[in-house]
């Protein structure tokens, strides 16, 4: 059973930073590529942050871009979004996804495992 569950979420105010983390379990991690969404409420859930089977491909938003830092460790069965500078606008709930597939990497459905998620709420 595919499991994977987010971390480090919570309240911090406008230019703080914060570290999410996603643990993965009942799957070979390291054959898979990551990514991050968020989806803030009343609004669709939005591509963040990719990363590739051993972190030599990154991608970001541009929203996100500079801000933010996405990086994995396979040995820890975990990846990692470093936040920082964060923006009343970052406020939504963060999820981490899984894919072993070809693909756009910032299309939902590109993914096939999908973590709980973890709020992420910057007070202005």
């Known amino acids: 059973q595919v499991q994977l569950v987010e971390s480090g979420g919570g309240l911090v105010q406008a230019g703080g930073s914060l570290r999410l983390s996603c643990a993965a379990s009942?799957?070979?991690?390291?054959?898979?590529?990551m990514g991050w969404f968020r989806q803030a409420p009343g609004k669709e859930r939005e591509f963040v942050a990719y990363?590739?089977?051993?972190?030599?491909?990154?991608y970001y938003a541009d929203s996100v871009k500079g801000r933010f830092t996405i990086s994995r460790d396979n040995a820890k069965n975990t990846v990692y979004l470093q936040m920082n500078s964060l923006k009343a606008e970052d406020t939504a709930a963060y999820y981490c996804?899984?894919?072993?597939?070809?693909?756009?990497?910032?299309?939902?459905?590109?993914?096939?495992?999908w973590g709980q998620g973890t709020q992420v709420t910057v007070s202005s």
């Open positions: 996804a899984a894919r072993d597939r070809v693909g756009s990497y910032y299309y939902i459905q590109s993914y096939d495992y």
């Open positions: 009942g799957l070979t991690f390291s054959s898979y590529t």
């Open positions: 990363i590739s089977r051993k972190g030599g491909i990154i």
